[in-house]
């Protein structure tokens, strides 16, 4: 799959030149002189330009590399190094141990070898003269696989005096290159390809709901079917959306909510959808403590006011904010008129 780049030009030269021509037209006249200090400038800034837009001109990739990595769990593959088992030959059965991290040359072709280190500590007990020790390649990627055969020679690049031969028992191989950019976004899009949105929890209907014009704020009841009523009912919701204003929503846009939760529900999953069932409730607020705003206290006696007063609002409470003194709620929940009362206190140092 072909991917559009972001068509930034990255030649110092080019960027040189559009300097000039800019130059050219707002001096009339001037010409750019290889000498000349403005020159050396503007070459300067054009080759700083030039790396500034490497950079930029590299991000789309490295953005969709980490959305996928990190959002979608879908990292792209990395270099792996390649490795392989190698017998080593001591000079006598004195015992000797072979430091993690000994440096051998795999011979690939000519005179280039590829560098290998030991994987871990491995002691050759006294009276034994081999062990066997796996290697992993110096630098990952796909160069380093598929080298040698059982028996070739790998050369000791550290030097350990005690050490006679050392052998390979079969070809290297593992080594992977890193994914390029192209071939893990063709992934990611086949990886999004199969990312379908589906509602599966109850929470999620509320979310699609919410995508739709005209809906505010939706809750979805799981098991409730609003015909009976009835609850408890296996592979059913119901989903009350709101508009900007509190109120239920209109019927289309009910029907549209309907539609789309349909259209992307699992098969024999039933929708419902119902209306918000707005109650005015009875509001009783009763500060406990009050400061006079005339005259403050000459003692540490607090100045005690009880008032009450009562309001009617809607049974959707939104949060309420009291200037200058703390408040506890408490809300009594199961009566049709719910009552809440409000305790307000300030205390003041005598």
Known sequence: MTYIDIPIDTDPQDILNECYTFLQTVVPGWTPNPGSLD?????????????????????????????????????????????????????DNAGYTIPDGTQVGVPASGDVSYVFLTSGDVTVPPGSTTATITIIAQDPGADSTNLGAPGSTVDLIDPLTFVSTITLTGPTAGGVDAEADDDYLSRLVAELQLLAPRPILPAD??????????????????????????????????????????NP????????????????????????????????????????WVRSRTT?????????????????????????????????????????????????????PG
């Open 296 to 348: 403050r206290p000459t003692s540490s006696t607090h100045w005690r006011t009880s008032w009450e007063r009562s309001a009617r609002c809607s049974s959707y409470l939104t949060t309420m904010v009291v200037t200058r003194w703390w408040a506890i709620y408490l809300l009594r929940v199961g009566l049709r008129s719910w009552t809440l009362t409000v305790l307000l206190q300030r205390s003041y």
């Open 205 to 246: 209907f509320s979310v699609f709901a919410r995508n739709i014009p005209g809906v505010y704020r939706a809750t979805t009841i799981d098991g409730y079917n609003p015909s009976g009523p009835s609850t408890g009912n296996p592979r059913m919701v119901t989903v009350i959306s709101i508009d900007q204003n509190g």
């Open 39 to 91: 020159v050396w400038l503007l070459m300067s800034m054009a080759f700083v330009a030039a790396e500034s837009r490497d950079v930029a001109s590299a991000v789309p990739s490295s953005i969709f590399r980490w959305f996928g990595a990190n959002l979608l769990q879908l990292p792209p593959q990395d270099a792996q190094p390649a490795s392989g088992t190698t017998t080593w030959t001591m000079l």
């Open 249 to 288: 929503v209109s019927t289309p846009v009910k029907a549209a909510v309907a539609a789309d939760l349909t259209a992307r529900r699992e098969v024999n999953f039933v929708v419902n959808t119902a209306d918000a069932n707005v109650v005015l409730i009875d509001v009783t607020y009763m500060p406990a």
